[in-house]
T-cell receptor, first 115, second 114 residues
């Protein structure tokens, strides 16, 4: 049951341009969303998060947008840098129920930033 | 603070054997979650432990089990290994108090089953 979906397995962007990574979810009980970045041979690193009471959260070059009605969120990276090349995972947390402590992850999007 | 540590980092086992992986969470974190990562499948949730109790469980067979000790360190065991168990196994720690939801990952254990 893939409740968090990242439909683009890969994205290629030129250095200095904007990278937009997308994520869709199906469970209306999700109320907190996170983005992680993963380099090869390392564990995922927490990047940025957003609560469902907000529609935007910004941290430096990274901004996450949340559209609750469309059950869609996106991560914008501006400007993109070669060091941003990694796999990006979207994750979501339910607000209630027996799985309260669990995060649901998408399958990831490989971002490649070329010079 | 020291980050999440996992041992061993690499492991090669034969089909039918069993394996135990270890995870030490960030100091003060009481929740440990385990994930399996295989190419194209993202992070598949195995289980979560909080205060020595399994609080959540994913859809994996009973060959996959875990436990948590009083110091919050956790172990994961896979019995009767199959070729399909070859994967990166990640553990993540968090406060588990539902105030902060971020999970912090260790570097993973790369398991190869031959």
């Amino acid at each position: 049951d893939q409740q968090v979906k990242q439909n683009s397995p890969s994205l290629s962007v030129q250095e200095g341009r904007i990278s937009i990574l997308n994520c869709d979810y199906t469970n209306s009980m999700f109320d907190y969303f996170l983005w992680y970045k993963k380099y090869p041979a390392e564990g995922p690193t927490f990047l940025i998060s957003i609560s469902s009471i907000k529609d935007k959260n910004e941290d430096g070059r990274f901004t996450v947008f949340l559209n609750k009605s469309a059950k869609h969120l996106s991560l914008h990276i501006v400007p993109s840098q070669p060091g941003d090349s990694a796999v990006y995972f979207c994750a979501a947390k339910p607000d209630r129920g027996s799985t309260l402590g669990r995060l649901y992850f998408g399958r990831g999007t490989q971002l490649t930033v070329w010079p | 603070k020291a980050g999440v540590t996992q041992t061993p980092r690499y492991l090669i086992k034969t089909r039918g054997q069993q394996v135990t992986l270890s995870c030490s969470p960030i100091s003060g974190h009481r929740s440990v979650s385990w994930y399996q990562q295989t190419p194209g499948q993202g992070l598949q949730f195995l289980f979560e432990y909080f205060s020595e109790t399994q609080r959540n469980k994913g859809n994996f067979p009973g060959r996959f089990s875990g436990r948590q000790f009083s110091n919050s360190r956790s172990e994961m065991n896979v019995s009767t290994l199959e070729l399909g168990d070859s994967a990166l196994y990640l553990c993540a720690s968090s406060t588990g108090d539902f105030v902060s939801y971020e999970q912090y990952f260790g570097p993973g254990t790369r398991l190869t089953v031959t």
